[in-house]
């Protein structure tokens, strides 16, 4: 069974910075695209980013295009999420995902399970 443990969240005031990390349990991760998803009180789980098995190809949501940037690095597991110029409304759970698809799918996929995720707080 693969496991994604994601990390990285907390409190950051609005125009501020995080970055999340996501591990990912499979051995061969680096033949995996990865995304992240994130979800917040009371609305719908909303596509955030996603990248390609190889780092050269990657894809973002409309809210987060230019403040984000995904990003991994095969040789050590990681995935990471550079958040900048951060907004109450990106305040969330975050979740990462794994799946054989091309980065433009991953909005349109039904991932069967999500992990624990990492909550983002951004104060106003």
């Known amino acids: 069974q693969v496991h994604l443990t994601e990390s990285g969240g907390g409190l950051v005031q609005a125009g501020g910075s995080l970055r999340l990390s996501c591990v990912f349990s499979?051995?061969?991760?680096?033949?995996?695209?990865m995304g992240w998803f994130r979800q917040a009180p009371g609305k719908e789980r909303e596509f955030v980013a996603a990248?390609?098995?190889?780092?050269?190809?990657?894809y973002y949501g409309d809210s987060v295009k230019g403040r984000f940037t995904i990003s991994r690095d095969n040789a050590k597991n990681p995935m990471y999420l550079q958040m900048n110029s951060l907004k109450p409304e990106d305040t969330a759970v975050y979740y990462c995902?794994?799946?054989?698809?091309?980065?433009?799918?991953?909005?349109?996929?039904?991932?069967?399970?999500w992990g624990q995720g990492t909550q983002v707080t951004v104060s106003s």
């Open positions: 990248i390609s098995s190889s780092g050269g190809s990657t």
């Open positions: 995902t794994a799946a054989l698809r091309p980065v433009r799918s991953f909005p349109k996929i039904d991932f069967p399970s």
């Open positions: 499979e051995r061969t991760c680096g033949t995996y695209a």
